[in-house]
């Protein structure tokens, strides 16, 4: 396939194509990498080309904050008036922010409708939350920013909202809403316990900022994310195993998948950062620094064998297939232990 075929010209040609018709306008922001994966299907890499090529052309910019906006100057004041709320909003918000009315306002190319403060609820709030974080990661949350997306005034939303802990709190009981356990629970313990951890690793990779807010020393009440610990528990009742057994293996196994989850956020950031994904980046540096490493064999015989071996998958999917699995097969010899085998 030539590049002027490949899926990242092709969606960077549709980019340009909202650029030039004014549906983005000059700084208004242009889609997130990751809304470009969720929009178009592409691999993380694919929409990290993307920017990077327009950046090239000099047709986006970075803004801190703010995110890849249109680059050029704002249309004159009278042109401006015409333009929806948030495109004006983008690269400097005002100290305040009256209520508006309802306008339609470009979000990836598309327009949506955003109410004013009379439509505002607090399925609505959490919702935008949740959807600045998924497209541009928690650092770019802020009570502010929701605000912004929404066309309010920033104090109209602790009418709704305490604050952003509570914020953060009812966005991860959202995302775990979003995937309801399945019923009826599994019958044997083992094929419960690996569906509860499957269906988190979808939940954390499907919105890669969740992982950083989970804590397992301090947890917050958080319902629908509790249920995955309530339905752990239950499948191991009648196993022999004490309620303090079946309390840490619930949580030892929700906390490994979790800490693995942490990775998700910080590889994408690392690419936003970088502009290279996780394999462009072990092709031009990684593989430089790991050969320096390996060309120590005394010092790393073992980093040297394996080296010279076959290649090895320590991806974040390969590390929880082989986590997840040695985990329950350690919780299964635990129960062999006290006559509580599957029945």
Excluded at 66 to 80: D, F, N, Y
Excluded at 306 to 319: F, K, M, Q, T
């Amino acid at each position: 396939m030539t590049e002027s075929g490949s899926p990242s010209e092709r969606i960077a040609a549709e980019l340009r194509r909202r650029i030039a018709a004014g549906e983005l306008a000059p700084g208004a922001r242009v889609p997130s990498t990751r809304r470009i994966t969720q929009e178009w299907g592409v691999a993380m890499a694919t929409a990290t080309k993307v920017l990077n090529r327009l950046r090239e052309e000099g047709l986006v910019r970075a803004v801190p904050g703010v995110g890849t906006v249109v680059a050029g100057k704002p249309a004159p004041a009278a042109a401006r008036a015409r333009e929806p709320r948030r495109a004006q909003q983008q690269v400097s918000e005002p100290a305040s922010q009256p209520e508006v009315r309802p306008v339609a306002q470009p979000v990836g190319g598309r327009r949506v409708r955003v109410g004013g403060e009379r439509d505002l609820t607090r399925e609505r709030i959490v919702a935008t939350a949740v959807r600045v974080a998924d497209e541009e990661g928690l650092a770019a949350l802020s009570m502010r920013r929701v605000a912004t997306e929404l066309g309010v005034a920033t104090m109209s939303l602790y009418r709704h909202v305490p604050g952003k802990d509570e914020l953060l709190r009812l966005m991860m009981d959202a995302v775990f809403r979003e995937q309801p356990l399945p019923e009826p629970p599994a019958s044997d313990w083992r094929e419960g316990l690996e569906t509860i951890a499957r269906l988190q690793w979808r939940i954390y990779r499907r919105h890669p900022w969740l992982a950083s807010t989970m804590s397992f020393t301090r947890p917050v009440p958080a319902p629908d994310a509790a249920l995955h610990t309530e339905r752990s528990m239950a499948v191991l009742v009648g196993r022999g195993l004490s309620w303090e057994e079946m309390a840490q293996t619930s949580v030892a196994l929700a906390a490994f998948v979790c800490g693995l989850a942490v990775h998700f956020e910080r590889e994408a950031q690392a690419e936003q950062d970088s502009g290279l994904s996780a394999d462009e980046w072990m092709e031009r540096v990684g593989d430089e620094d790991h050969a320096r490493l390996m060309a120590d064999s005394e010092r790393f015989p073992m980093f040297d064998a394996l080296n010279r071996g076959p290649e090895i998958d320590l991806s974040l999917e390969a590390l929880f297939e082989f986590g997840m699995a040695r985990m329950l097969d350690g919780v299964g010899l635990v129960i062999e232990r006290r006559g509580g085998a599957d029945g």
